[in-house]
Every structure is written in C-alpha cells, then in structure tokens.
C-alpha cells in the first residue's frame, strides 16, 4: 500500500511538474517571469525513482522485486535522464523547447503504465 501511496504523490508530481513546463512553454509568461524549475521537486521526483526501484529507508519504499514493474520504472528512468537536463538547462530556444515538449508527454505515459502496474499488483 506504500508503494501505491508513493506512486500516486509521484504522479501529482508529474502533474505539477507538467504545469509548471507548460507556464515554461507559455511564451508570454516567459517574457515575464523566468525563472527555474524548481530543484527540490527534481530531487525527489529522482530520489523516489529510485527508492521505487532499489528501496529507500528514508522515504519507507521497499524496492520493487517484480521485473515486469522493475523494467517499466528502468524506461521511466530512462526518459527522467533524457528529461532532467532539458529542465536544468532552463533552455528558451525553439530547440530547447520543443526537446522538452517531446520528452514530456512519453516520460508521463510511462510513468501512468508503471503507476497501473502496481495498482494491478496491489489487488
């Protein structure tokens, strides 16, 4: 029941995080307020990821022994690699943009597939 609790703050993060990305991409707001993603989300977004896969004391997971949800968090991994920079980078370019508007939404459908693998795994 705690991995299905920390699955569901994982994918309101991800919501949260998809908001305050599209603000990013909103480029009127852009112009006016500029500002970083937040790290602090970041952090935890990557430290439960982790403790979902591998277990982590501290934030009370005990790690995931099923390989079918074992190799879905592995792609969400995955695509978190791919993402992060792009939001470290605080990137305005059209280029920049665009890198994370694609990495986006398959990094949220990934994440939804995991989250519905262990609620399966939880009845």
Do not use: H
Request: aromatic share 8%.
């Amino acid at each position: 029941m705690r991995v299905y609790r920390w699955q569901t703050e994982k994918r309101c993060f991800r919501l949260r995080q998809n908001e305050q990305t599209s603000a990013f991409f909103d480029r009127k707001r852009l112009q006016l307020t500029t500002r970083p993603i937040s790290a602090r989300p970041l952090a935890l977004f990557q430290s439960t990821l982790n403790g979902l896969l591998d277990g982590d004391e501290g934030l009370g997971l005990p790690g995931t022994r099923d390989q079918a949800i074992r190799d879905q968090l592995s792609i969400v991994q995955g695509l978190w690699e791919q993402y992060k920079p792009v939001l470290d980078a605080i990137d305005t370019s059209d280029a920049g943009l665009t890198k994370a508007a694609e990495l986006n939404l398959p990094l949220l459908k990934e994440m939804n597939k995991a989250v519905k693998m262990y609620e399966k795994a939880a009845k």
